[in-house]
């Protein structure tokens, strides 16, 4: 056997050895009832804290994350029924300009012709 090839055998040994390691360890973390009790304590730090920070926004009368998006989709609704708004002032604009022009029309019609 060549060196080269002792070579790949050590590489391929320590690999297959490295990942049975990791394997292990992984394993072991996932049955480890300390990690679960300190991933749950993490947790629970985490949502106490939001909790806190939500209290003192309400106490300082500071909006809320929700608060803010909420207002947004108010303010884009509204902003949408003025463009609606604005499209029919313009439509009844354009209908009251025709109809000035019929009675415009209407009136020059009915109106005696004068003869020079």
Do not use: C, W, Y
Not at 42 to 65: D, I, V, Y
Not at 83 to 100: K, T
Request: aromatic share 2%; net charge negative; glycine share 6%.
């Amino acid at each position: 056997m060549s060196a080269e090839d002792e070579f790949k055998d050590d590489q391929e040994s320590l690999r297959a050895r490295s990942e049975q390691a990791i394997g292990e360890l992984a394993q072991a973390l996932l049955d480890s009832h300390v990690l679960e009790n300190a991933v749950a304590a993490a947790f629970g730090a985490r949502e106490k804290a939001s909790e806190a920070q939500h209290a003192a926004m309400t106490a300082l009368n500071l909006p809320s994350a929700g608060d803010v998006e909420r207002l947004e989709r108010r303010l884009r609704s509204l902003s949408q029924r003025l463009d609606e708004v604005e499209d029919e002032i313009d439509r009844f604009g354009r209908e009251i300009g025709s109809l000035r022009r019929e009675l415009a029309a209407q009136k020059r019609e009915s109106e005696p012709q004068v003869e020079g």
